[in-house]
């Protein structure tokens, strides 16, 4: 079982880039999630998958962040213009129907 | 809506001591709980759950956790830790019953454990 694989594990770019994160989740996990990790605001949820379908997208932070999942083994955040303050760890999580979820080891974003 | 509680953001013990890690909750609906431990640049591996049944739960490692209906907790404790237990904790809440459920997480607790 290779695990929730995430890359790039570190990216730094300059403010007003595009930044696209990656996640190939789990064979046969029908959940998707990605996450955010900061030390002012702890792990937060922005936006979850279900067989490919967006189903809660209410904690993307803003219009400048999109994601998409165009088949079961794929997924992206793409961040559009990119802020400092989107500087964060991201995490990728997939899961199969009620289980718990399984975390990727997540991309070091730092934004100059 | 859910929302986790975690009462002290760093821990600082001995090895080969006892260690508890607070968590408490608030929710209007039953709920599932779960702690989850993250290692230096890693991500979040499941510790334990509890969905129903007996409130204690054991966990990997020698961690345990009980549930506490009452006072809204579910408290994890390990009675002898090592230094490999170094690491973050977080404790996270769930809306129990169906399968799209989302996790609240706490802000973690730093638990450091010394020689």
């Known amino acids: 079982d290779a695990g929730v694989i995430q890359s790039p594990r570190h990216e730094v770019t300059e403010m007003g880039q595009e930044v696209t994160l990656r996640c190939k989740p789990i064979s046969g996990h029908d959940y998707l999630f990605w996450y955010r990790q900061t030390m002012m605001r702890g792990l937060e949820l922005l936006i979850y998958f279900n067989n490919n379908v967006p189903i809660d997208d209410s904690g993307m932070p803003e219009d400048r962040f999109s994601a998409k999942m165009p088949n079961a083994s794929f997924s992206t955040l793409k961040i559009q213009p990119s802020e400092p303050r989107d500087s964060a760890v991201y995490f990728c999580?997939?899961?199969?129907?009620?289980?718990?979820?399984?975390f990727g080891d997540g991309t070091r974003l730092s934004i100059l | 809506a859910q929302s986790v509680t975690q009462l002290d953001s760093q821990v600082p013990v001995f090895e080969e001591a006892p260690v508890e890690l607070r968590c408490n909750y608030s929710s209007s609906v039953s709920v599932y709980l779960f702690w989850y431990v993250q290692y230096p640049n890693q991500g979040l591996q499941l510790l334990l759950k509890y969905l129903s049944g007996s409130t204690l739960v054991k966990g990997i490692n020698g961690f345990e956790a009980e549930f506490n209906k009452s006072q809204t907790s579910f408290h994890l404790r390990k009675p002898s830790v090592h230094i490999s237990d170094t690491a973050e904790y977080f404790c996270a809440v769930s809306r129990s019953g169906g399968s799209n459920y989302k996790l609240t997480f706490g802000k973690g607790t730093l638990l450091t454990v010394n020689p």
């Open positions: 999580a997939s899961r199969p129907g009620s289980q718990p979820q399984h």
